[in-house]
């Protein structure tokens, strides 16, 4: 193999994701020899903001076929990249985008072209020799993540068994990522003992790995999280605070937010009220799309009235720079969840984390529910040091890729290994609550 890495080929094809949606498989290949291949994930709880996946309708897999975008890799994008420099990323990315030619990606379609985008992020590291995450960083050290991991689910990804879509851990007291993710498969195993202690299934899982028993509401998930931290002998907030992706945008509906007793709708004020009520009662540190995208009003309120949490923007900022920017001048969060999904390319996507960076706000890269065996992300969060990331569960094999692959490259990169630990929430809250550091608060768990 020579260190060439002008594109030779790109080839693709329709792909399965976890949950047995098609989506869009690629593969890049580079004159040297360098190989990459790539399959791009897709989400439930979409935002109206993101670039746009191109769906074939009509009968075949019920509408959501991407033969047209696949068709579309080998027409337009594949001919268009042809004999580029498959490391200079910023052009391949610029040259699909051109050839495209819309703002959010919807005629070639944003999965051909993210597809494209990353098997060719892919193919450049093979071809240079490098692991992915060394390539990423650009010099910069290796940063393994803070893990935010699924314990709980609802919404979209649960068949709407709770209100709010993920009640995660964030084992803020491990000291590397292997610690991290032990702590959390022990919090994921006492969760499914309290849960089959009250006649729920705990077997059956959500789309992300997570439970997914039936629930009254958020408060009810957070007792269970709360009590499953103390029963895997940790300390809630010391060892292993919580994390709520409330997925307020799809909460939206007449006359407000439905959101806690089924079909009772409350008002932005009162979301923010029941939200701070449950950082009150539980060791909450961090909570996403606590309201809708459209919201920003509620979103600057919302981050004034919650401080001492890491209020994390998703389907708001849908990792758009326009929008991202918009939120930084309004001080609508204080973090960026960050899917290349929702961007459409790699650059575009690295051009969102560094944008967030050089404003103060912390960046949680992560994976969709509907995902797929590939472990890139775990590279991209090692590289571009995000600080956090979140791919669901400590179980289903489309999560634990991006586990393992964080696994791999702490146990790779031995005592030189940097781990984000609590520091990378820490930094980023900007009234630490007294019991961060030092302890449990009291909850109403037990
Ligand atoms: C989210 C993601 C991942 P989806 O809302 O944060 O959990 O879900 O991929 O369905 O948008
Ligand atoms: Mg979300």
Do not use: C
């Amino acid at each position: 193999m020579s260190t060439d890495t002008r594109i030779e080929s790109v080839l693709a094809w329709e792909a399965l994701d976890s949950r047995g949606n098609p989506t869009v498989g690629t593969e890049v290949r580079l004159r040297g020899g360098g190989r990459g291949t790539a399959i791009v994930p897709a989400g439930a709880s979409t935002g109206s903001h993101e670039a746009r996946e191109l769906r074939d309708g009509g009968t075949r897999h019920g509408g959501r076929g991407v033969r047209r975008a696949v068709a579309n890799v080998g027409t337009e994008i594949g001919p268009a990249v042809r004999g580029l420099d498959a490391a200079d990323q910023a052009a391949v990315d610029r040259i699909a985008r051109e050839v495209d030619g819309t703002a959010d990606l919807g005629r070639l379609g944003a999965n051909a072209i993210l597809a494209v985008s990353l098997a060719n992020q892919l193919a450049a590291a093979d071809g240079l020799r490098e692991p992915l995450y060394r390539l990423l960083g650009d010099g910069a050290p290796p940063l393994l993540p803070m893990p935010m991991v699924n314990i709980v689910s609802g919404g979209a990804h649960a068949g709407w068994s709770m209100d709010v879509q993920d009640i995660l851990a964030v084992p803020l007291g491990a000291s590397s990522l292997a610690e991290a993710i032990e702590w959390a498969a022990r919090v994921r195993r006492a969760a499914a003992e309290l849960v089959a202690a009250r006649d729920l299934t705990a077997a059956l899982v959500a789309d992300e790995g997570g439970l997914g028993p039936p629930l009254p509401g958020a408060r009810a998930g957070l007792e269970i999280v709360t009590a499953a931290i103390e029963r895997s002998g940790l300390t809630p907030l010391a060892d292993v605070a919580i994390a709520v992706d409330v997925a307020a945008t799809q909460l939206v509906g007449p006359g407000g937010y439905r959101l806690g007793e089924r079909g009772t709708v409350i008002d932005s004020e009162r979301v923010i009220a029941t939200i701070a009520e449950w950082a009150r009662a539980f060791p909450i540190v961090s909570v996403e799309d606590p309201l809708g995208e459209e919201d920003w009003d509620g979103w600057t309120r919302a981050r004034d009235a919650l401080a001492g949490l890491q209020v994390l923007g998703d389907d708001l900022f849908a990792t758009d720079l326009s929008r991202l920017r918009r939120g930084i001048a309004a001080g609508a969060a204080d973090a960026v969840l960050v899917k290349p999904n929702q961007n459409g390319t790699v650059s575009g996507t690295k051009a969102v984390v560094e944008e967030a960076r050089q404003a103060g706000l912390a960046t949680v890269i992560s994976a969709r529910s509907g995902d797929t065996e590939d472990s890139w992300l775990a590279d991209f969060a090692v590289g571009w040091r995000t600080g956090q990331i979140k791919v669901g569960s400590t179980m289903r094999a489309e999560r634990t890729a991006k586990w393992n692959r964080l696994l791999q490259i702490e146990a790779e990169l031995g005592g030189a290994a940097e781990f984000a630990g609590r520091a990378a929430l820490e930094l980023r809250v900007r009234a630490p609550r007294a019991g961060l550091s030092r302890g449990p608060r009291s909850s109403s768990a037990g």
